[in-house]
């Protein structure tokens, strides 16, 4: 069989696979958890069966514990967090007047101090007034939440409101436990499935992958479960309103390279300035908070967990998220970084053939042959 004919073929296996995907929709999701929950704890299955335990114990163990700790995450933490995101968002409109009347006033200050003769030149001396800003923050305000409730939109289209939580409740860690009980056995059957005369660069690249998923879900996540409390207990432990709130959230965001460390740096810096003015203190102390946290997460944690050679850019993981999810809604966010990680281990094998063709090196591939 030619090149071009089995290219073609996994094409076309491909495509049929993503579009059986999004034809079953919000049916696939909690399979999807399960195996992403199977996946993530499989290491931890082997460790213990390396220490004696069989393989259906340990894996009814790792399930029981990671059970009873969302139990309790739900039945403790649920209801404080809940509590704080309803008053949050209460007062989320307080915070943004007193945050406009501050820039205007210090604004007005500062442009006083300032001598205003090449300001004026500019056109930049007259003073800020409460409607400009106002009207700044309003279309900066309109824009993000136009932003989130496109995003609900999309997740509620994709079946994740469809899709009942009781469904998933229950769904998941069963496939989760099918998923770590026949993992060897599932990974030896795929691997008498794949082509004979393709089978060594084929395991070379499920590697490849398995070490880029490997690294980044499996060493992101205590990387978001550092942050998480990092932020939290600092943040509260300085006396910030909302600070485990606002910790909890930039650690689940922080799933995505450096977008849960600029969550907690605005929201952090927003409320305390606003908490705290005018002394300046737990601002500082919030801006120390976040820095440390940032500091130790990109040269302890993140080399030490995650590792350098995972290859998936954080711009890359972001589009991969927004298609994924556009695309096939909530079991699309779930799938986005292993096909992320998937393709990035594909590309980088396509780019080193396409380097040591001749359709790369031209004429130099003539002068290489013997």
Known sequence: MSLERQILIWAATLAAAGYLLHALGSAVTPFAAGF???????????RLERLGLGRLAASLTILAAFAIAAM???VLLAPILSNQLIVFIQNLPDYAMRLQALAVDQGNAILRRVNSGWLNSLGLGASLTAEQ????VGDFVSQGARWLLDAARSLASGGAAVFSFFSLLVVTPVVAFYMLVDWN???????????LDHRDRLRVLARDIDHALAGFIRGQSLVCLFLGLWYGIGLTLIGLDFGFLIGLIAGVLSFIPYVGSLTALVLSLGVALVQGWPSMTLFFFALGVVGVGQFLEGNVVSPKLVGGSIGLHPVWLMFALFAFGELFGFTGLLIAVPAAATLGVLARHLIALYRKSPLYLGAASERIEP
């Open 133 to 136: 800003v106002q009207k700044s």
């Open 185 to 195: 056995k599932m990974i030896a059957t795929i691997d008498g499935w794949l082509p």
């Open 72 to 74: 309790l995450f739900l």
């Open 36 to 46: 992403a929950l199977g996946y993530l704890l499989d290491p931890v299955v082997t």
